[in-house]
């Protein structure tokens, strides 16, 4: 019974800090949407939520949440479907191909920061480097010697700089016109309750083939069905997709929950050099992309930009940009490194690791 009594206080206590994690994502969401700061919604959230995090308040976002904000930005994102939706689908192949030389760059740019200008070893270097797929590169850091701890502090960061930067640049060169276009039809409750429902079927389908991003994923195509037969009359409610964008990134800045940011701190120099590099990187191949495949620079820019595939199909959303194009983009991108990872591991299994295992890299 003591056990018992000891446990329910914890759990209301975990309850509490989660809401009080939300309420501040919501709260930073919406001050940053009332100034009209681009992505707002969502990175407004992000920022607020890893400001908690650093003085100790801010909780973990629990699955339901985690698949509530999933599936909610899948079916607003999927609602954008339409006739006219892939008239850009011709340019797919020859721009995702440019997608994947951009990643083989924008990663060798960034090891050679790490690598050149910090001293870091080259593998450990490389890992850092990787746009994408965290949990595995982390996970194998441990097994190589390397500072697991500096290569999480740096993959996580990337994600955070992409979706509080990314805004910024591409309102600037389009001369302060971007921005979702107010839709003139949006789809009444019961419409979204039940495509709520089958995007949620759908989401879970794709989990269960171990499928990376499977919920948002499957939401998405599950909407975009329904909205392309015409079953659904418009888009997402600005409600809807609001709370959505507020849900993730209160699920992104909750990645630094017991986080150590003199860690952080002691690597942050770095951190934007690397990954400054790769944003730069990627919008040279924007702009090539722009001019090459006649999608505008913002497509472009959120479709190669070197990570965060959730985080960047809600930013396209939000911007008014084309997601599905962005969408296509980063799945391929999810895919290539996926297939790419395990020979490169091997690869960098046979260098000198560098550091002993254990051994601190400075």
Not at 13 to 34: D, K, M, N
Request: charged share 5%; proline share 5%.
């Amino acid at each position: 019974m003591a056990a018992a009594d000891h446990a329910q206080p914890q759990a209301a206590h975990s309850y509490g800090a989660e809401a009080l994690t939300v309420a501040t994502g919501a709260a930073g969401g919406v001050l940053f949407a009332s100034l009209h700061i681009p992505g707002g919604a969502m990175s407004g959230s992000v920022i607020a939520v890893a400001a908690l995090s650093a003085i100790g308040r801010a909780a973990p976002i629990s699955a339901p949440l985690r698949i509530s904000a999933l599936v909610t930005m899948g079916v607003a994102i999927g609602a954008v479907v339409g006739p006219d939706t892939f008239a850009n689908i011709a340019a797919y192949p020859a721009s995702i191909a440019m997608m994947g030389l951009c990643v083989i760059v924008m990663t060798l740019a960034s090891t050679a920061v790490w690598s050149l200008v910090f001293g870091w070893p080259p593998a450990m270097s490389l890992l850092a480097s990787v746009p994408g797929s965290m949990s595995y590169i982390v996970s194998v850091s441990l097994t190589m010697g390397a500072d697991a701890a500096k290569v999480a502090v740096v993959q996580m960061s990337r994600v955070i700089f992409l979706v509080t930067i990314l805004p910024w640049i591409i309102v600037w060169e389009s001369g302060g016109h971007m921005g979702a276009p107010a839709a003139a039809v949006v789809d009444t409750i019961p419409v979204l309750l039940q495509t709520i429902v089958a995007g949620l079927f759908g989401g879970w389908l794709l989990q269960q083939i171990g499928m990376q991003g499977g919920m948002l994923l499957g939401a998405l195509i599950v909407s975009g069905v329904i909205h392309f037969y015409g079953l659904a009359p418009g888009r997402a409610p600005a409600w809807f997709l609001n709370g959505g964008q507020i849900l993730l990134g209160a699920w992104v800045g909750s990645r630094f929950v017991g986080f150590d940011w003199r860690l952080f701190g002691a690597i942050c120099l770095g951190t934007v050099a690397a990954v400054g590099a790769a944003i730069g990187l990627s919008m040279a191949f924007a702009a090539l992309a722009a001019n090459f495949f006649g999608v505008s620079f913002g497509t472009a820019l959120i479709a190669y930009a070197p990570g965060g595939q959730d985080a960047m199909m809600v930013l396209a959303l939000s911007l008014g940009v084309d997601p599905i194009f962005v969408s296509a983009h980063h799945l391929a991108r999810y895919f290539m490194i996926n297939v790419s990872l395990p020979f490169l591991v091997a690869w960098l299994r046979r260098q000198p690791s560098g550091a002993p295992a254990g051994e601190e890299i400075q």
